[in-house]
């Protein structure tokens, strides 16, 4: 259901109030297109979407700014889009992650063992091998990422790694999934993960909701029967690089993860 | 960029008050993924800052790790987290010295966490100048379990043969063996070609002393590595075999742990130190 008709469906006291907050966000430079999200989007549940309008109505009436009042609301909000069933979850999910953040990540699994930088360190050293090594344990303990993780898969090979199908260069991944805030010089990290090994986390189609306080380069799929989201790939394209296939999962670790990963 | 516009607007004042936000995550940011921690999106609009409003951050986060380091247990866990890793990749000469006070005073506070506690411990790891074998001393001695992966990556940083002493006293856990075996490799690859080989060479005189958990990641690493040719590396060796004598005259291990430091990374101090041995 569209925000129209979720927007008619609450009652009139939060009616009255949305489209106010929905104004205040597209005010702000910061946050005019969590505001045409909202507008856009089509992947919540009619119950769940009308849950998220009723928050920030609420969070704007207790006097909270709109960017606060959005915060409030979405948080609630996560992983509500619709659930993929098991028989079309695929075999694979592929994850970009800067290098630092996974470094971190891994630091954070080793429990004191590791700095960050020993750890960005060793995945730099790992990178391409076929096995972790020393690093084993603290790479696989690490989270894929925090709820909610976004993830990507190949649709015409979901059981192959999904960066075999993706440019295999940085500028080619930061197009195609959308990474526009990654600059130029900054190394990022492909994991491709087995969704079984993985735990097989409930998979969904993500919303405004999950993009959250980062919704730049998010951009609701206008059909609200698809199965996933699409990405949407930096301007100007050259490259004329598809749109891929995007999906949200609660946190876990890095059980699952295929070999060789890549730093790239 | 978001955020940019906000931030080059406001008086410097008033950046400090959004810096504590943004640290919490309660402000737009130029995020790479939504999850990515708020510092590093802190550090890619630093990017495209004006110098003015990039200024005023670096005296922001310089007073609010102030703030912190005067009171560590007073703010929330993640916020002060995020805290200590933006000023650690700000390289204010200030940082270090800061957090090294506080890391001398850490068993003042029972209530850090430990994720807090490897973090402030951490960054003084990465954040140059390197602390002196001495300073990790002291802060192996709060607490040897918990710190020794944290201290052998500062003394390694600044003294590999104290470094490679303290690995028969590693905590005897899997994670500490692999985790040495990492920082020997890291350290093994800032080297020069020749103090490598008297890396390789100490670290294999002294596996036998070893627990087996550390010996064995360790000496698998030690047996990827060139050794050096036959000569080198037997002062270590030496010490390797004095070190028992000492630990059956004083008897404890933390006692141990102090005198290798001590005599392999500072030899005037040290030659005090062996002779009742």
């Not at chain 1, 940085?170 to 994991?191: F, W």
């Not at chain 2, 890291?186 to 070609?193: C, E, N, P, R």
């Not at chain 2, 008297?198 to 060139?226: E, N, Y």
Request: with cysteine; net charge neutral; aromatic share 6%.
């Amino acid at each position: 259901m569209g925000y129209q008709e979720t927007l008619a469906s609450i009652p009139e006291d939060a009616r009255n109030r949305v489209p106010g907050a929905v104004a205040a966000l597209a005010s702000c430079p910061d946050h005019r297109q969590v505001a045409s999200n909202i507008e856009d989007e089509t992947a919540l549940a009619e119950h769940h979407f009308r849950h998220l309008l009723e928050d920030l109505a609420d969070a704007t009436h207790h006097g909270l700014g709109p960017a606060e009042a959005w915060r409030q609301a979405f948080q609630g909000s996560r992983l509500r889009g619709a659930g993929l069933p098991p028989a079309q979850c695929p075999q694979m999910l592929g994850r970009v992650k800067t290098l630092a953040t996974r470094a971190i990540a891994v630091a954070g699994a080793s429990n004191g063992s590791l700095t960050k930088a020993e750890a960005e360190h060793e995945l730099r050293g790992r990178a391409g091998q076929p096995a972790l090594g020393w690093a084993e344990p603290f790479i696989r303990a690490a989270l894929l990422g925090r709820t909610p993780v976004w993830v990507t898969f190949d649709r015409a090979s979901p059981g192959s790694s999904p960066f075999l199908n993706l440019p295999p260069d940085r500028e080619g991944l930061r197009v195609a999934l959308g990474l526009g805030h990654v600059r130029p010089d900054e190394p990022l990290v492909l994991l491709a993960c087995d969704y079984a090994k993985t735990g097989a986390p409930s998979l969904h189609r993500p919303t405004v909701a999950d993009a959250g306080a980062a919704p730049h380069y998010y951009r609701p799929r206008p059909a609200p029967q698809e199965p996933w989201g699409l990405t949407a790939p930096l301007a100007p394209n050259v490259r004329g690089l598809a749109p891929q296939p995007e999906l949200v999962m609660p946190e876990c670790p890095c059980a699952g993860l295929a070999l060789p990963f890549q730093v790239v | 960029m978001i955020g940019l516009e906000k931030v080059n607007g406001l008086a410097p004042t008033a950046i400090q008050e959004w810096l504590a936000g943004a640290l919490r995550g309660r402000e737009p940011l130029p995020k790479a993924t939504p999850d990515e921690p708020p510092h590093l999106a802190i550090l890619r609009l630093r990017h495209e800052l004006t110098s003015r409003a990039d200024t005023a951050l670096a005296d922001g986060a310089r007073a609010l790790l102030g703030q912190f380091c005067d009171h560590p247990t007073s703010q929330p866990d993640d916020y002060a987290q995020e805290l200590v890793a933006l000023c650690s990749n700000l390289r204010d000469p200030e940082t270090p010295r800061r957090l090294g006070d506080l890391a001398l005073r850490l068993s003042d506070f029972p209530r850090i966490s430990d994720d807090l506690r490897f973090a402030v411990l951490g960054a003084l790891v990465d954040t140059p100048p390197p602390r002196d074998v001495a300073f990790w001393r002291q802060i192996l001695g709060q607490n040897p379990h918990k710190d020794a992966g944290m201290a052998l990556s500062g003394i390694l940083a600044v003294d590999w043969r104290a470094g490679v002493s303290l690995l028969p006293d590693l905590p005897e856990t899997e994670s500490a063996g692999r985790a040495a075996a990492i920082k020997l490799d890291k350290t093994w690859a800032y080297l020069s070609a020749e103090h490598r080989a008297s890396l390789v060479d100490a670290v294999r005189s002294i596996l036998p002393r070893c627990p087996r958990v550390i010996s064995q990641p360790v000496g698998d690493w030690a047996g990827t590595k060139p050794a050096a040719a036959p000569g080198n590396g037997q002062s270590v060796s030496l010490l390797a075999e004095w070190s028992p004598t000492f630990i059956r005259v004083v008897g404890s291990r933390a006692a141990s742990a102090r005198f290798r430091c001590a005599r392999l990374g500072a030899p005037r101090e040290a030659e005090g130190v062996l002779v009742p041995a």
